[in-house]
């Protein structure tokens, strides 16, 4: 039953939780044709989203609108609305806790919403990024309670589906991102896969919850250790007087065996920074210590300190002492081009430069204002050439596509570049210290 609605895409399509994830997904399922419900606790999201206005860079305003005012995308607050849908896809954040232990209390909470609307001929897919094993130990028990009358794989569906977007990557989006799918039976997965082929390119099915879960870990880990081990010789370069960036660009040259990886102030974003830590977290059960996870953490945890070793001794060129430098940083994004400062290493450098008493100023053509721990709220500054000529010292943290570097470099004092955004600048390269 539940799959003839799929396929006539006639299903009611539902979405808890409407963030980065779960509103473009709310929006790829719309645009296939389906009616889709989006849930949310956040009152003033829903308010918002009532009114076409999307907090997500990823999905505009245009491309909601049409759907909202059609009616093809409903939000709410209310899970009673649950009871009349036949799909739910599960996307709520899974943050750390104490410790860096998984923080489940998101997840929890929406599937215990879900289950007291169970019906059967229901699919419920959790698609937050977790530990190998949650969707069986966490999820599927507080479905299938000893006193349940519906059982899974025979009267309702559960599956387990990483989101594996990128946001602000224009190229590999949701829908031609292969899916990966792992339902708790196999008429689970087939469910599940025929639901995610009516609005994605391709589909993928592994042979479990717990794999699929391992697959998104196994991605995240392996970006962050590979990051970790550049940000290594990148520190054993500088010691040894050679330029990283060159040697990388040098080794891609290769076209078998080896893909570039770039230093940087440290990880950042809603992922590298925390997913590793489920892994570990969950091979501790194992008796097993992921070294390579430690490992890699410590290393992109101390690239912020050796920024500031840099702007100390750009400064140390000028005959000028941090205590007291005018320092404007440039980009507190955590990434190029886009407006998200969740776990942005800016933040931590900024930290460190305050705390040694320095002033800074920051731009971001991105995020207009910042707000740091207790301390006040910053605005980004408009980019002028007063602004750059009144500087000590411009600290490049995040390499936005839209400044003119040749142009920053012509009128800075010093340049400190985490990112090597300069590295085409034809005149001034003396001003320039890399990382
Ligand atoms: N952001 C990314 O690039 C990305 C990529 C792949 C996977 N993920 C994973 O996807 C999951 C969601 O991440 P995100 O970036 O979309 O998070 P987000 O913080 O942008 O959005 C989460 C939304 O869930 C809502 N929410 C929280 N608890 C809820 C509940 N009980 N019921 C309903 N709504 C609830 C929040 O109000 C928020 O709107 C996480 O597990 C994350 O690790 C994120």
């Known amino acids: 039953m539940i799959l003839e609605k799929i396929e006539t895409r006639t299903a009611r399509a539902g979405v808890i939780g409407l963030g980065y994830v779960g509103l473009p997904l709310t929006v790829a399922i719309a645009s296939a044709g389906f009616r889709v419900t989006g849930i949310d606790i956040c009152s003033e999201k829903i308010a918002r989203l009532k009114q076409s206005i999307s907090d997500i860079p990823d999905v505009t305003n245009a491309v909601l609108a049409p759907l909202i005012t059609s009616g093809q995308i409903q939000v709410t607050t209310d899970f009673s609305v649950l009871r009349e849908l036949d799909t739910v896809n599960i996307c709520v954040p899974t943050p750390l806790g104490e410790n860096r232990t998984p923080d489940m209390r998101f997840i929890i909470a929406a599937v215990q919403q879900v289950a007291q609307y169970l019906h059967p001929e229901q699919l419920i897919i959790l698609e937050s990024t977790t530990y190998p094993g949650t969707t069986e130990e966490v999820v599927l028990p507080e479905l299938n309670t000893p006193s349940s009358t519906i059982q899974v794989g025979r009267d309702f569906y559960l599956a387990y589906s990483p989101e594996?977007?990128?946001?602000?990557?224009s190229t590999y989006f949701m829908t031609n991102t292969p899916k990966i799918i792992g339902g708790v039976t196999p008429q689970c997965t087939h469910i599940a896969k025929t639901f995610y082929a009516q609005f994605i390119s391709k589909t993928h099915t592994v042979s479990s919850p717990r794999t699929a879960e391992m697959v998104k870990l196994l991605e995240n880990t392996f970006r962050s250790v590979n990051i970790g081990l550049i940000n290594e010789v990148a520190l054993i370069c500088d010691r040894m007087d050679l330029d990283v960036w060159e040697i990388i660009d040098a080794a891609a040259t290769k076209p078998f065996g080896f893909m570039p990886f770039y230093p940087g102030p440290g990880l950042g974003g809603h992922c590298i920074p925390i997913d590793p830590h489920y892994l570990s977290w969950k091979a501790q059960m194992y008796q097993y210590h992921a070294r390579f996870i430690e490992l890699a953490t410590e290393i992109n945890n101390e690239m912020p300190k050796y920024v500031l070793d840099k702007i100390i001794h750009a400064l140390n060129l000028q005959r000028k002492p941090l205590n007291g430098a005018k320092l404007l940083i440039l980009g507190v994004a955590y990434k190029k081009d886009i407006?998200?400062?969740r776990e942005s290493p800016a933040l931590e450098v900024i930290r460190l430069i305050l705390d040694k008493k320095?002033?800074?100023?920051?731009?971001?053509?991105?995020?207009?204002?910042?707000?740091?721990d207790e301390r006040e709220t910053y605005y980004s500054e408009p980019l002028t050439v007063d602004l750059v000529e009144s500087v000590d010292c411009v600290v490049i943290l995040t390499d936005h596509g839209a400044i003119d570097y040749d142009w920053l470099v012509e009128h800075a004092q010093r340049v400190v570049d985490t990112r090597?955004?300069?590295?085409?600048?034809?005149?001034?390269?003396?001003?320039i210290t890399k990382i």
């Open 164 to 169: 594996r977007i990128e946001p602000g990557n």
């Open 339 to 341: 407006g998200d400062i």
């Open 358 to 372: 320095a002033e800074f100023l920051y731009h971001d053509p991105y995020i207009k204002n910042l707000s740091l």
């Open 420 to 431: 090597n955004a300069t590295r085409s600048v034809k005149k001034g390269q003396e001003k």
